[in-house]
């Protein structure tokens, strides 16, 4: 199953027009993003918000992950201050998969921000988030936080910012989107036999592991008779035929 390195901006100088900080919201964003990651089974590692940009490269570097994500709100250059607005998704000339992914979250918020002809995926020649990570990554900047509209947005729109994220990230993993429900517990009861955890939610796909019988599963989301299982570190999808919650 795929695994994303997170990383909420660490900015707390990056002040908002009505108060707060960039570092506030986008860690706020992210703890909403979370829920909805681990329902539709995307494992995830969150960044240590004491350490700097360059650390978060470091600790992404440091194992594999699929997708770094980083999560920012912009600011305008002091001659236009308060007077942007726009959302800005950044992404690695010459990686078709950054750039794919850029454009599905682009089109993706079009759908929730306010003028969404000025939502756009971008490419970056600067920022190390990007550039010098070794999984698929993307800068969000969304929004201008010194703008009252945009940081208005930001704020008030925090759970659908997210929901449409993590929306994002399943198009472009190619799973199911499943909205967050109560993390439960399950056993597995069959005839007998190991229980599959699968790669997606069908009997044709890949096989993860095997659940034996009567051991508990963690139940992080389900979908059309399938369960999104976490057992024993391996994440996937189990037939909820078989488990009793």
């Excluded at 002040?15 to 829920?35: F, K, T």
């Excluded at 089109?107 to 020649?125: C, E, F, G, M, W």
């Excluded at 009997?203 to 008779?225: D, Q």
Aim: glycine share 8%; aromatic share 10%; proline share 5%.
């Amino acid at each position: 199953m795929p695994k994303v390195f997170l990383s909420p901006s660490t900015q707390e100088y990056n002040i908002y027009v009505n108060g707060g900080s960039e570092e506030q919201y986008m860690n706020l964003l992210a703890d909403r993003l979370e829920p909805y990651l681990r329902s539709s089974g995307i494992k995830y590692v969150r960044n240590d918000p004491d350490r700097t940009f360059a650390g978060a490269i470091q600790d992404s570097n440091s194992a594999y992950y699929d997708v770094h994500l980083a999560l920012h709100s912009n600011a305008a250059p002091d001659r236009l201050s308060g007077k942007l607005r726009g959302i800005d998704i950044y992404f690695a000339p010459g990686s078709a998969d950054s750039e794919k992914l850029a454009n599905i979250i682009a089109n993706n918020l079009k759908s929730i921000y306010p003028l969404p002809d000025k939502v756009r995926a971008v490419p970056t020649y600067t920022l190390g988030e990007v550039l010098n990570t070794k999984a698929v990554a993307v800068l969000c900047e969304l929004g201008y936080h010194d703008n009252y509209a945009d940081e208005a947005w930001i704020k008030n729109e925090l759970s659908s910012i997210a929901a449409n994220l993590a929306r994002s990230l399943c198009d472009y993993f190619g799973i199911p989107f499943i909205r967050p429900s109560a993390v439960r517990w399950g056993t597995v009861v069959t005839d007998g036999s190991g229980l599959r955890i699968r790669s997606y939610p069908s009997t044709a796909s890949k096989i993860l592991g095997v659940v034996p019988n009567g051991a508990t599963v963690t139940v992080n989301g389900s979908t059309e008779g399938w369960y999104v299982v976490d057992y024993n570190g391996i994440t996937g999808y189990s037939s909820s035929d078989y488990i009793e919650l």
